[in-house]
């Protein structure tokens, strides 16, 4: 399912790759990538087999789960599909408690030592997953692992979750990704080194100096 979904991200461009005119992230990080899987939602066949992947993935990774979490706003709808998929409880988590009501960070019932799976639509440093996790624990659920559609596998993803000790399983991933790009002639040979370089070291400017230098 890897290569497919790669080129099913490509084709419905959920993931846009611009390494000649790099995107900004909220950071102020520039990267070549910019990845929206919320468009994934608008394509009925996609989103099933989307489900239908993460069901499997969760099933062999974390066979004991017995309740899908959700991430706030992005892994929500995933999460909906896949529970009512495996008949399992739902529920999602905010990225901060309401100011307002009940002042609720978990929104749906949680019960105490429920084993729970994270359902995420991207992993990039990890930190959105990561602070799901401790909203669980904080409430004494048990946090088996998070199941995702993408990961860019970035170093500071892995060491942060690594650190978290929160595994992390995905549909497809950036090497894939970056593969499938080239055979189907989104990007050129010269692009994908440049794509490369990025994912090994997005801080450093090498691999925008190195897309500057090109197209001149």
């Known amino acids: 399912m890897k290569q497919w979904l790669a080129q099913e ?41 989307i489900a239908e992947g993460l069901k499997a993935l969760i099933e062999k990774e974390y066979p004991e789960a017995d309740v899908i979490a959700g991430t706030a706003t992005a892994g929500i709808p995933h999460a909906a599909l896949v529970a009512d998929k495996m008949g399992l409880p739902m529920i999602y988590v905010r990225s901060s408690s309401k100011s307002h009501g009940k002042g609720n960070q978990i929104e749906g019932f949680l019960q105490e030592g429920a084993k729970a799976v994270i359902v995420e639509d991207l992993i990039s440093t990890g930190g959105s997953v990561i602070k799901v996790q401790e909203a669980l624990q904080a409430e004494k659920a048990e946090v088996l692992g998070t199941a995702a559609i993408f990961t860019y596998g970035l170093e500071k993803g892995k060491s942060m979750l690594n650190d978290a000790n929160l595994k992390s399983h995905t549909l497809t991933d950036y090497e894939t990704l970056l593969e499938a790009a080239l055979e189907d002639q989104y990007i050129t040979e010269q692009q994908h080194t440049r794509l490369k370089m990025w994912r090994k070291n997005p801080e450093s400017e090498n691999w925008l100096k190195a897309s500057i230098s090109s197209s001149k």
Do not use: H, M
Request: a positive charge; one cysteine or more.
């Open 9 to 49: 991200l490509l084709k419905i461009e959920a993931v846009s790759l611009k390494p000649d005119e790099p995107f900004t992230w909220s950071s102020g990080i520039k990267s070549p990538i910019y990845c929206d899987n919320r468009l994934t939602l608008s394509y009925p066949a996609l989103r099933q087999s």
